[in-house]
Nanobody, 126 residues
């Protein structure tokens, strides 16, 4: 079964930047939309950003608009998240996710997501 493999997490100070990458190890049936969720301790998993194959439809959570940019390499079935102007409230475990539709991000409901990565930690210090 194909897997999602993330890289690029780490620790930065407020205002810094990080880039997360995620690549599928194989074909993802139904994985037309790829993106990221994040989860801080004691909080619900939050849909951060997603990009869908074909038209390139994107969605960003209000909390990251203007600071985060998602991009996709369809040839390699990979997605990247450029995170700029990071804030302490961005601190969380970031999970790469793939699903056949964008609804999980629009509805902020991760329960039906088809594919998950193992997660990568992002820590922003003040």
């Amino acid at each position: 079964q194909a897997q999602l493999v993330e890289s690029g997490g780490g620790s930065v100070q407020t205002g810094g930047s990080l880039k997360l990458s995620c690549a599928a190890s194989g074909y993802l049936p139904g994985g037309g939309c790829m993106g990221w969720f994040r989860q801080a301790p004691g909080q619900e998993r939050e849909g951060v950003a997603v990009i869908c194959r074909g038209a390139g439809t994107t969605y960003y959570a209000d909390s990251v608009k203007g600071r985060f940019t998602i991009s996709r390499d369809e040839d390699n079935n990979a997605v990247a998240l450029q995170m700029n102007s990071l804030k302490p409230e961005d601190t969380a475990m970031y999970y790469c996710a793939a699903d056949w539709q964008i609804d999980a991000w629009l509805n902020q409901d991760a329960r039906g997501i088809m594919y998950w990565g193992q997660g990568t930690q992002v820590t922003v210090s003040s």
